[in-house]
């Protein structure tokens, strides 16, 4: 009997054990060799190539995703082998179309003029906004709790945090707006501009937000950038400045003409009522894309020709 | 070749500290072996949520230098990841067409490595044991996404070697901690077990006492308090009152206001609300102690009442078996087949056995039973109405003899009507039925007597006559002649029935006995004297065996030399004339019983059993008509009635008869009658 009881004990501790290690599962193991080994590194694309690139307004990744479709189409409609390239700065981005590395420029319009005017860049079409406006305009935001800040009079003395310099929307468009309202550069406590590389525009927002600065200037649409980033009823929208051309295509200089117009033909044939279409623009947050001139950026001159600002500098 | 391993017998302390080792041992196990799995099973999963985590985290960060190019910037991140921890051994990150952009390791990539762990667009991170040969390294391949374009894959190869060292930390803290809980319960233990056996061994030993016989043990504590000073009882017939040893709980008719007599079968359950069993019950142990305690003081007491019980019913038993040995009358007990299963002496002296043995292994009611002719005529009877009593039966006792009893017997059952045995008395009754016989034989002679007496006289004078004138005629006729002849013969037949008248005036007269001492063996001497020739002539012979220590008999000797005359004229007659034969006489004296035995034992043809009663009776003969009178043994049954004395006779057909005469002598002073 006692033999039997400790037969027992034993197989259920057997089983326990069994039960144990049962329920350790190990994936199989791969052996490899190590020592076989080779030189590897970054494998540069052979040829020609048509280089496109998107003002850094946002992050390379917004960049990327809104514009990727989009070059995508060109390559297919084009033939031609297009590459997108991300410049980090607003700077930088000017001094590549100006060393001829950027050959289709999306840029703002104030960054246009400038190139324009330094680099001998050619506007050939401006895009329609996500909303139907052929132009775009500023917006300056503050945190909703923010009471000392009840109109655009009441940002005198404030902290400002801007985009870029260069920023048509998020800082010119603005500086425009407030010296409208008598209100100069030398009036604000501090003017901040978000670091980069890339996703300037966010960071404005979310130095706002933040409670890093008192106001910010961004372009419109921003806010729905990242409306999935922060709680959007913790901003408001302070003022907005008018309305101005919105962004532009340009060719850089040593862009061949024939290049040149499979390119503008390309683009101007987006459809957003084809369905394909739709999907590319809606991508690249854009309408449409429409023909223009260079005459349809004068507003914009005039404004840096009031802000004083030196389109060589 | 079977192992045989040594039986060792383990003490109560032993099982214990085997018990808390084995529990604590397997508890240690169980506890290492859960934990161990557990743990390993959480550090796994921290393991590929770290891994997965810094791969995921990678590939985010990887995003831009990819886009731009930026092989410095990948170089950088790749290097951060690395540093961060001691188990990181590689990472690389790999473009959409599977190209390597960057990596940390010295003298060229591992070519295997490169798809050795592939990851598919739908999945976050996929997790691949690789064995390198020095390494066994967990590679997390996370794909970098931006949008829904895949820009390449991130790879980072951890090792294994710190979640293993957790785990042996670990499990070398559970052993330590399970050696130190084997000490801790080890002395817990012994203070424990030291407790129990101590009270154990105290059972024991008050168990060994009782074994011994001694009842008057106690292994339970003596009560600090006792129940009446608890609840301030005064009752000094309770058992319970003022003992520090008796529980109350466990006794019988205790007379404590919480007992409920009708509850008694519960009582310690009713006990427990009890001031008295909260202050003195205790543990499982003492609980045992006591209720032993109260086993054998009830045991001491049932023992003491069983003794008493027993000398009663041994006394009781002397008494009837007292009366059972020493009834006059047979007492015996049969099994329903009839065989004894007892008996009294005086069956077995009924019975003219030895012994009891030999009744009980060789009698059986059924082979002694002459009327009615079998034993179960008798249980048919007793199936009847349940007994019989005074039922007259003949038995043959084993030495032979016929005995007329009264049988009286009941049957014994058990409860369900099963016959088990008989139960019964005997009544030996020869004696008195053989009394009643003589007594009926003497009142018929003296009716016979006084009718032949009155009978005999009145035919003496007719007959005297018949005679007288008879031999007148004779004188007168001539000697020879028809009527001469004729008056002969009448005178031949007066003769005869004067002859039979005398002697039934004899029988019927009430001579006077002459009483004088006399020797009976020269009586019968001078009898067989005047017989004896006549007998020799016969080819008769009459030896005699004298007991020459007989006593003088007072009788009359004529009238006795006229009984052993009829005895011997009887006993010769009883041969053929053609066949000798021979008769023994034989004088013997039973000194206990004061008795002069005379026997005189014949070789003739015997006496037939129908009619061994009747040959006493007057008139009664076998003899031919004119040969007898029938009156010989009558006459002679008389005379010795006279003498108060008696006659019997045995006889067995062909082999001849025994008459035998009993005197009794009244024994004066000196022996002498």
């Not at chain 1, 850089?252 to 503008?264: F, L, M, S, T, Y």
């Not at chain 2, 979640?163 to 670990?170: K, P, V, W, Y």
């Not at chain 2, 005074?390 to 005995?403: K, P, Q, S, V, Y």
């Not at chain 2, 003769?495 to 004899?506: F, G, M, P, Q, T």
């Amino acid at each position: 009997m006692k033999a039997t009881n400790g037969k027992k004990a034993f197989f259920i501790l057997f089983v326990l054990s069994g039960l144990f290690v049962a329920c350790s599962k190990e994936e199989p193991v791969k052996k490899i060799d190590m020592s076989k080994r080779e030189t590897v590194g970054i494998q540069e694309e052979q040829g020609h190539f048509i280089t496109y690139a998107y003002l850094p307004q946002y992050s390379h990744n917004v960049s990327y995703q809104r514009h990727y479709l989009l070059i995508e189409y060109l390559k297919k409609k084009t033939g031609l082998n297009i590459r997108q390239i991300f410049p980090d700065t607003f700077d930088e981005y000017m001094r590549m179309v100006g060393e001829g590395r950027i050959d289709i420029s999306f840029s703002n319009p104030f960054v246009y003029v400038k190139i324009a005017h330094r680099n001998g860049a050619t506007a050939f079409a401006r895009i329609v906004e996500i909303y139907g406006k052929k132009d775009f305009r500023g917006q300056i935001i503050c945190r909703a709790d923010n009471r000392q800040i009840k109109n655009i009079e009441d940002c005198k003395g404030k902290s400002w945090c801007a985009v870029d310099p260069a920023s048509a929307g998020g800082y010119l468009y603005a500086l425009g707006l407030f010296m409208d309202h008598g209100i100069r550069k030398e009036d604000f406590r501090e003017i901040t501009f978000a670091p980069g590389p890339g996703g300037k525009q966010e960071k404005v927002v979310l130095d706002v937000y933040a409670g890093k600065c008192d106001i910010g200037s961004i372009r419109e649409g921003t806010l729905n950038v990242v409306a999935d980033k922060i709680d959007m009823n913790q901003i408001r929208v302070i003022a907005q400045t008018r309305w101005y051309p919105g962004w532009v295509y340009a060719f850089g200089r040593k862009v061949n003409p024939k290049i040149a117009k499979k390119i503008k033909s390309a683009l101007l044939s987006l459809d957003y009522d084809n369905p394909e279409h739709k999907q590319i623009l809606d991508a690249a947050c854009i309408r449409g894309i429409i023909p223009c001139k260079d005459s349809d950026f004068n507003p914009v001159r005039n404004l840096a020709a009031r802000l004083k600002i030196d389109l060589d500098e | 070749m079977k192992l045989e391993l040594p039986q060792i017998k383990l003490g109560f302390r032993g099982k214990v500290y085997l018990g808390i080792i084995s529990i604590i041992l397997l508890s240690g196990f169980l506890m290492a072996l859960s934990v161990s799995t557990l743990v390993s099973e959480a550090l796994s999963r921290e393991f590929k949520n770290r891994g997965t985590s810094l791969a995921v985290n990678l590939a985010a960060r990887s995003q831009d230098p990819i886009l731009t190019m930026d092989s410095l910037r990948m170089k950088d991140l790749i290097t951060q990841v690395v540093n961060s921890g001691d188990d990181i051994l590689y990472a690389f990150i790999l473009d959409d067409k599977g190209q390597v952009l960057s990596h940390n390791f010295d003298g060229g990539f591992p070519v295997e490595l490169k798809t050795a762990n592939t990851v598919s667009e739908n999945q976050d991170c996929n997790i691949r044991r690789l064995d390198t040969g020095e390494y066994l390294v967990h590679d997390f391949a996370t794909p970098i996404f931006i949008g829904n374009h895949r820009l390449g894959t991130v790879r980072i190869g951890l090792l294994g070697t710190k979640a293993r060292e957790t785990i042996q930390n670990l499990l070398s803290m559970i052993l330590m901690l399970t050696g130190l809980s084997i000490l801790i319960a080890g002395l817990a233990g012994a203070a424990f077990a030291d407790q129990v056996t101590k009270r154990i061994k105290t059972l024991q030993q008050a168990s060994e006492e009782v074994l011994r016989g001694n009842l008057d043990v106690q292994s339970a504590p003596a009560l600090k308090k006792t129940c009446s000073e608890l609840i301030n009882c005064n009752n000094t017939a309770c058992p319970a009152y003022g003992s520090n040893r008796r529980r109350c709980w466990y006794l019988v008719g205790t007379m404590s206001p919480n007992y409920i007599e009708r509850k008694r079968a519960n009582r310690v359950k009713n006990c427990k609300d009890c001031a008295v069993y909260k202050a003195n019950s205790g543990d499982e142990i003492q609980h045992l102690a006591e209720s032993f305690d109260a086993m054998t003081m009830a045991l001491k007491d049932h023992i003491s009442r069983l003794a008493q019980s027993k000398a009663t019913l041994e006394k009781s038993e002397r008494k009837y078996r007292r009366i059972f040995e020493a009834s006059m009358d047979t007492i015996f007990v049969a099994d329903p087949q009839g065989n004894f299963l007892d008996i009294n002496q005086a069956g077995i002296a009924m019975l003219g056995c030895e012994s009891k043995e030999i009744v009980l292994q060789s009698v059986n009611l059924d082979d002694i039973l002459l009327e009615p002719d079998s034993f179960q005529a008798l249980c048919e009877e007793i199936a009847c109405k349940s007994f019989i009593k005074d039922r007259e039966c003949t038995l043959r006792a084993m030495n032979g003899h016929e005995l007329q009893v009264l049988f009286s017997c009941t049957a014994h059952t058990d409860g369900k009507g099963r016959l088990i045995s008989y139960e019964g008395i005997v009544k030996d009754i020869t004696r008195r039925r053989n009394m009643e016989r003589q007594l009926l034989q003497a009142d018929k002679l003296a009716s016979i007597g006084q009718l032949s007496a009155g009978v005999a006289h009145e035919i003496n004078n007719p007959l005297g006559l018949i005679l007288g004138y008879t031999q007148l005629l004779l004188r007168g006729e001539r000697n020879g002649s028809q009527n001469y002849k004729d008056l002969k013969t009448i005178e031949k037949h007066a003769r005869n029935c004067k002859a039979i008248v005398e002697a039934l005036l004899s029988f019927a007269r009430r001579t006077e006995t002459k009483r004088v001492p006399i020797d009976i063996n020269q009586t019968i001497q001078k009898v067989v004297a005047v017989v004896e020739r006549q007998f020799e002539l016969d080819n008769v012979h009459i030896d005699t065996h004298f007991d020459e220590t007989i006593p003088l008999f007072t009788g009359d000797a004529e009238k006795l030399k006229q009984v052993f005359m009829n005895l011997l004229m009887n006993a010769r007659q009883a041969m053929s004339k053609s066949n000798a034969g021979q008769i023994v006489i034989s004088t013997a004296f039973a000194r206990p019983q004061g008795e002069i035995h005379v026997t005189i034992q014949d070789t003739g043809s015997g006496i037939p059993r129908k009619i061994i009663n009747k040959i006493f009776d007057p008139f009664f003969t076998t003899k031919p008509t004119g040969r007898g009178t029938g009156l010989g043994l009558s006459i002679s049954y008389g005379i010795i009635k006279e003498h108060n004395g008696q006659i019997s006779v045995q006889s067995e057909p062909g082999k001849g008869s025994t008459f035998t005469v009993t005197l009794p002598v009244c024994l004066a002073e000196g022996g002498q009658a």
